[in-house]
């Protein structure tokens, strides 16, 4: 039976509304906001992380980037959520909260005109939001894995004849292109036999004198994809999936 610690099945989702922090509304940014001290450096640094992923391939889909956008302590209130540069009209959209700042989706060919504002940082909400932000840089595995490493997890996965049971999150990507294209990746390695869907195994069932259904395993599996071989996790992670990797324990 699921367990609260144990749950059968992580289901995913597709929610109505955004995954993000509300802004404070009815507010114009105010020059007092600005953190006048670090504002210089700010914006030498960031200009240039922000060129610096022009240069990258292995990590784009469809031409977009996952960015990882970290604030200072001090700047992780709604009312500086960094919307003045990373919003629609200038081909970059916050996409999720993530530890310590916000996830984002950028295209690659916005970068130039994106390290351009923030250089010159011509209006109050530019220099607010550019004063507010620590760091700019690509999505990696380690904001994925969140501390851990691919062999740690594979270390303490449930085991089964193929591999080790893993549930995969795919990318957050906002662009339809980005997400066919991770979706593409995953069924190249699928069949390549790294990895496997074990669907099969979970089924619904609603016991005798219960409202509710509950997913139920067919074995003691307890569900969803599965690596073929250790070092396949590595290489999905290198190949630029971005997934997150939660290993069931026994």
């Known amino acids: ?10 289901p995913v989702l597709s929610f109505k509304r955004d995954p993000r922090l509300v802004v404070v509304t009815g507010r114009s940014a105010q020059e007092s906001q600005v953190v006048a001290p670090r504002l210089d450096e700010q914006k030498t640094k960031l200009s240039s992380q922000l060129l610096s992923l022009e240069k990258l391939s ?57 390290s351009n504002i923030v250089r010159d940082c011509a209006t109050t909400d530019v220099r607010v939001t550019v004063s507010r ?17 691919a062999q740690s997890l594979w270390e303490h996965a449930t085991h089964e004849e193929r591999g080790r049971i893993f549930t995969l999150w ?6 339809n292109l980005a997400r066919l294209e991770v979706a593409s990746q995953i069924s190249e390695f699928a069949e390549a036999k790294d990895i496997y869907s074990l669907a099969d195994l979970v089924s619904i069932t609603r016991e005798q004198g219960s409202d509710a259904d509950q997913l139920k395993t067919k074995s003691v599996i307890p569900q969803e994809a599965s690596f073929g071989q ?14 997150l990797l ?3 324990q026994p």
């Open 133 to 149: 932000i620590k760091d700019i840089s690509a999505q990696t595995e380690a904001d994925v894995l969140r501390g851990r490493t």
């Open 58 to 114: 292995t990590r784009q889909h469809a031409g977009k980037l996952l960015v990882a956008i970290k604030m200072f302590d001090d700047s992780l209130a709604p009312t500086y959520e960094p919307e003045s540069i990373f919003r629609e009209p200038l081909g970059s959209e916050l996409i999720a909260p993530i530890e310590g700042g916000y996830l984002a989706q950028v295209d690659q060919r916005a970068l130039r005109n994106l």
């Open 230 to 243: 250790s070092g396949n996790t590595d290489k999905i992670l290198s190949h630029g999936c971005n997934l």
């Open 170 to 175: 795919l990318a957050p990507y906002q662009e």
């Open 246 to 248: 939660e290993s069931h």
């Open 1 to 10: 039976m699921p367990t609260e610690i144990r749950p059968v099945l992580n």
